[in-house]
């Protein structure tokens, strides 16, 4: 969920941009399922689901990264 904070690098009270990034967790999913013996394409599934992604809040105004949420 996007929060508001004051970004420590410009110094400006915004609200983060969150964006979903593949982490440990989806690597470890297509691992899983793809030792299960799927069939091509269905090991990169964890990729789409939000759920087993980090989750990284970056700064509307310059852009840098302020938080990385790590499903692990
Ligand atoms: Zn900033």
Known sequence: VPV???CPYC?????T???FVPGTL???LCTTLFVFGCVLGCCLLPFCI?????VKHSCPV??????HYSRL
């Open 4 to 6: 508001q904070a004051v």
């Open 11 to 15: 110094g400006s009270l915004i609200i």
């Open 17 to 19: 941009v969150t964006s």
């Open 26 to 28: 989806s690597w470890l």
């Open 50 to 54: 939000r759920t087993v992604m980090d």
């Open 62 to 67: 310059c852009r840098r990264e302020l938080y």
